[in-house]
Nanobody
Framework: VQLQASGGGLVQAGGSLRLSCVAS????????MGWYRQTPGKQRELVMS???????NYGDSVKGRFTISKDNAKNTVYLQMSSLKPEDTGVYYC????????WGQGTQVTVSS
């Protein structure tokens, strides 16, 4: 399984970005697809995830600002980020939870104040 994330970049505080992650080589239906964020000196933390039943889990810091969705036919998960804050800066990794955990290569999101 390979995960290709895209959509990161530099944005001013208050702006928006949309991340996409395409999973290829996946011969199973994932239990969970999601996004994690890592900043220097901190552990990787959950941003948002969505299950095969469309149940959503999220970190408290993004509640009301981020939205996660998926397209099962395209094996793609999206993260719509709005009202971005400088503390949202980090490397965003997409994750697929199936028979194993799979990680994408990460995409940098930088929010300037």
């Amino acid at each position: 399984v390979q995960l290709q994330a895209s959509g990161g970049g530099l944005v001013q505080a208050g702006g928006s970005l949309r991340l996409s992650c395409v999973a290829s080589g996946m011969r199973f239906r994932p239990r969970v697809m999601g996004w994690y964020r890592q900043t220097p000196g901190k552990q990787r933390e959950l941003v948002m995830s969505i299950t095969s039943a469309d149940n959503i889990n999220y970190g408290d810091s993004v509640k009301g600002r981020f939205t996660i969705s998926k397209d099962n036919a395209k094996n793609t998960v999206y993260l719509q980020m709005s009202s971005l804050k400088p503390e949202d800066t980090g490397v965003y990794y997409c994750n697929v939870n199936g028979p194993n955990y799979y990680w994408g290569q990460g995409t940098q999101v930088t929010v300037s104040s």
